[in-house]
């Protein structure tokens, strides 16, 4: 497995994803047949977000300090409307996110602000969705 493969820009994903692709579609119809819901999420690595965020990790590991393609979550998106199964793509989320820093700058675990941008994406997803009964 190549590490930098999410981070190029000129990447067919279909042909990438197309194992994880038909374990999902596994995972949907077992699930179906059970009755119980599923859904998609995604977020994003801090060199994906901007090019403040995971500042010190990044270098250390070799990145650019650039803001790195998003167009896994594109693909991501594409599969799972054609697929029927619901996705959050938290993306835009830490991309709009006023908190900074939301990863930390050696290792790129979320921050507490990162942790609360993931939690409030997540929740407005599953109400959204009716994935959660409302109280």
Sequence with gaps: YDRDLPMRENVDWKKHFENSAQNLLRIQALLKEKGI???VTAYPYGNVVNEREWKIGRKLRGFDEKTYTSKLFDYLQEFCDQAG???LNMLPDFQSAQDFPLYHP???HFTPAG???AA???ENFLVKQKLV???
Excluded: C, M, R, T
Aim: proline residues 11%; aromatic residues 16%; without cysteine.
């Design 106 to 108: 050696y290792d790129g």
């Design 115 to 117: 942790n609360k941008v």
């Design 85 to 87: 199964i619901p996705f």
């Design 133 to 135: 009964p409302l109280h």
């Design 120 to 122: 409030q994406a997540l």
């Design 37 to 39: 819901a599923f859904a």
